[in-house]
């Protein structure tokens, strides 16, 4: 009897500790912009409806990596591309990128990461489009060790620079983050935002409030190793509507998934995933209006991702 009670212990004492937060993943705290993350995926990725998009990625033999990005879009027939190339400097810490788009701005990004003390990253940031003679400056700081995640980002303007800050506080699985912009030239806090959170390895939990008027909510639990889940749900101070919706991303086999969502407009996303060969997936998705069926309107989208 006394075995059986031990064992039943055992069991019960080992359950309870898988529900329990992961320490090595919690012990650094994801930066605010990647708060609710997980449930945010399910509701984005997979999805491309109105556009015909194509995304090479290629590595020369010296590192350098390049990414072209290219999609046009149904409705308006417009066509917009960006071309990046990255090389990184791996025993230095440094990363220099260089961007270009169709809208003929030109941007250039040095970062330096754990090199001044471990865990602080630094970027300078400008860009430059030819056509208008517009600059823009931006220095980015970001430092993140055990239970805490900083950031510090200035851009430089010529009426005055815009400070944008954030915190987040991570212990045992609940998180806590803090998120402002001070604007000097109105000087005036322009944005306060707050967020928290409680997270394990398979269930995450997501609450934020932007400027005290609107409220945001979200859960992602991954039900399965093929089966991951998201609801979220927002609404606005003074507007009685709440806008909500449910996502949902199933693992076929390991080269393909499905993906569905819904919103309380009873606007229907599906969307396939395949990878057709190492370095080639197909997306296929479409978007439909559930209350305007007939209508017509509908949205399809195609999307190719090459890397080699």
Not at 132 to 158: E, H, I, P, Q
Not at 168 to 196: C, H, I, R
Not at 244 to 260: E, H, N, R, W
Request: positive net charge; aromatic residues 10%; contains cysteine.
């Amino acid at each position: 009897r006394r075995s059986s009670d031990l064992l039943h212990f055992a069991l019960q004492s080992q359950r309870l500790f898988d529900l329990r937060p992961d320490r090595d993943t919690m012990a650094i705290p994801p930066s605010y912009a990647d708060l609710g993350k997980s449930a945010r995926d399910i509701f984005n990725k997979g999805y491309g409806s109105g556009l015909v998009k194509l995304d090479v990625k290629t590595k020369s033999a010296s590192g350098v990596e390049f990414t072209t990005a290219g999609s046009s879009n149904t409705d308006t027939g417009k066509v917009n591309g960006s071309l990046e190339t990255k090389y990184k400097w791996s025993e230095y810490g440094l990363t220099f990128t260089e961007k270009w788009n169709t809208d003929n701005t030109l941007g250039t990004e040095i970062t330096i990461e754990d090199q001044i003390t471990k865990g602080l990253k630094l970027t300078f940031d400008t860009t430059f489009s030819p056509n208008t003679g517009k600059k823009s400056a931006k220095v980015k700081t970001a430092y993140k060790r055990d239970f805490v995640n900083l950031g510090c980002d200035v851009d430089f303007d010529f009426a005055g620079p815009a400070i944008h800050g954030s915190a987040v506080l991570g212990y045992e699985g609940w998180l806590a983050g803090y998120q402002m912009t001070f604007d000097s030239a109105k000087s005036k806090m322009t944005k306060s935002n707050f967020a928290v959170g409680y997270k394990t390895g398979d269930f995450q939990l997501h609450t934020n409030v932007n400027n005290g008027s609107e409220f945001g909510g979200s859960i992602y639990q991954k039900v399965n190793d093929k089966l991951d889940t998201a609801v979220n749900l927002a609404w606005t101070a003074g507007n009685n509507c709440t806008r909500f919706g449910v996502s949902a991303k199933y693992q076929l086999d390991p080269t393909a998934s499905i993906s569905a969502k819904v919103n309380n407009a009873s606007v229907i996303g599906v969307g396939y995933t395949q990878t057709l060969r190492p370095g080639v997936k197909l997306t296929l998705s479409a978007l439909v209006d559930g209350k305007n069926f007939n209508a017509g309107g509908h949205k399809l989208g195609l999307g190719l991702e090459l890397e080699a």
